[in-house]
């Protein structure tokens, strides 16, 4: 049974979500062309022989090559925050759903739970105990609701 505290979770979850997704809606349509890293060093006017000095590269190539590897998406997590204590900023990382947890959770025990019922269902069929559509739907809801309340069954 799926534990007060896993619910608890996911709902105090969702309730942050829809600030969760507009902060990332604002990120991704300021995100600039030349990546964080350099978009912040150029305009805080610094070279890139100081930016080096400041991460603690050896070489100011290095930075080169480290604000390619941001825009290719490459760059590691440890390297970006690096870079943002170098310049004097915060690195914000987050994943954040599409939609509500519950929502997923619930389309996931539907579509779990049909692909459960399909073949008892297809069985039935051909011993001529066929289950009408609103049966089938009565047995997918039923189950679909048992495996809400035990997500980590939903994933496998």
Known sequence: MRTPVKLLALELFDQELPQLQ????????????????????KSLGMSMRAFSRRIGFKEPASVKELERNERAGSITLDTLKRA???????????????KNLRDTVAARAREVARQRIAPVAKSMALEEQALTKVQIDRQVDELARELERKPEMLWR
Do not use: T
Not at 28 to 41: A, D, F, K, T
Not at 84 to 98: C, G, N, Q, S, W
């Open 84 to 98: 943002a204590e170098a310049l004097d900023a915060d690195l914000v990382y987050a994943i954040v759903p599409r």
């Open 22 to 41: 507009q902060a990332a809606k604002i990120l991704s349509e300021h995100l600039p062309r030349e990546g964080w890293v350099r978009s912040i060093r």
